[in-house]
């Protein structure tokens, strides 16, 4: 495999390290990590970037071959380390969250003739949520309805830049897509049971704002489309739900509801799992479950296409489709050697 250079920015905080990680383990890549503040990392070399900075990042990206942005909350990012990318013909793939951030770039990419691969919402979603769609939907002839639930361990990741995200939707209208027509709904409401494969078991999981929302109705013809998530715990999920019934703006919680998290971190489990409902012609589930060290699974589709993108077996150009990027079989491996199992079954 030829020895590419891969720039992780937020490379020294939690999603990023854990890429890093995955990285150096299943490929021979040099990896370089990008942070706003100088920082020692024991994982590879580091350098200072600022994302909002031109010039810092025009110097960052030279003899770069693949740029990941996995510094958060992406409600906060612009779009410029992308368009540099296109500009000089990098591959270029986020672990994005946020709906509106996702539209940037998709629209940034159609503005554009892209020489390079641009991969966005390359995490649990909606990388890996669109890759379970489609498998759970393949030889249907129709797609009705698709569930997605996301359920994390208590003793995962409480990062800040994930409880933010999480907070820009508790108690907030979203828009969601159900029986063909758009409609608004407050985050963290609505509860719906998902039954996991084992250990995970049934879990209860919350209406939340992901990319899904927007991009799976048109690339699923789906009538409706429902993402959740929800704690282990829950009488947390209970405060949030609680919370929902306000209408004031959260956000600014954050670093207490971070502090809160940490305290209870010993309670329950490191695993978690994600995984979808179609209903169609006939109904399917796909999940994918880690029994350890969850959080692990939000780096995997970034860090697979990276891998295929330098080993030359992933020439892509233009914005990569969240249902193709990887096929059934392909992610079956991925996930062997990482320790998840990926479960399918009809309903």
């Not at 890996?128 to 208590?154: E, F």
């Not at 830049?161 to 108690?171: D, P």
């Not at 990276?306 to 990569?320: N, V």
Request: charged letters at 20%.
């Amino acid at each position: 495999m030829p020895r590419g250079k891969i720039l992780v920015f937020g490379g020294t905080g939690y999603f990023g390290r854990l890429l890093i990680q995955d990285l150096l383990r299943y490929s021979d890549c040099n990896v370089v990590a990008a942070s706003r503040h100088q920082q020692h990392s024991d994982l590879c070399q580091t350098i200072v970037a600022d994302l909002g900075d031109p010039q810092s990042l025009a110097r960052t990206l030279a003899g770069v071959d693949i740029a990941i942005c996995a510094a958060g909350p992406f409600q906060r990012l612009s779009t410029l380390l992308c368009e540099l990318c296109i500009d000089r013909g990098i591959h270029y793939i986020d672990l994005a969250d946020d709906r509106n951030f996702v539209r940037q770039i998709h629209a940034l990419a159609a503005s554009r003739k892209c020489k390079s691969a641009i991969c966005t919402a390359w995490s649990t979603v909606s990388a890996l949520s669109g890759a379970l769609v489609r498998i759970a939907a393949q030889d249907m002839t129709a797609v009705k309805s698709i569930y997605i639930h996301m359920a994390p361990g208590n003793r995962g990741a409480r990062q800040s830049g994930t409880i933010t995200s999480l907070m820009h939707s508790v108690g907030r209208p979203i828009t969601i897509w159900r029986d063909g027509a758009s409609l608004i709904v407050s985050g963290w409401s609505e509860p719906r049971e998902y039954r996991f494969p084992s250990p995970v078991g049934v879990r209860t999981g919350y209406l939340v704002d992901v990319p899904d929302h927007a991009l799976f109705p048109e690339l699923f013809s789906a009538d409706t489309v429902e993402f959740r998530t929800g704690s282990e715990l829950k009488f947390q999920n209970q405060i949030l739900s609680f919370l929902c019934r306000g209408s004031r703006d959260y956000v600014s919680w954050s670093p207490f509801i971070q502090r809160g998290a940490a305290l209870l971190s010993w309670i329950g489990h490191d695993w978690g799992a994600v995984g979808v409902e179609v209903h169609g012609s006939s109904r399917r589930r796909a999940t994918v479950v880690a029994e350890a060290n969850a959080p692990r699974l939000a780096v995997l589709p970034a860090a697979v296409t990276a891998i295929s993108l330098l080993s030359g077996t992933g020439q892509y150009r233009g914005m990569i489709s969240h249902a193709d990027w990887i096929t059934t079989e392909q992610l079956n491996e991925e996930c062997g050697k990482r320790g998840f199992t990926l479960a399918m079954e009809k309903m």
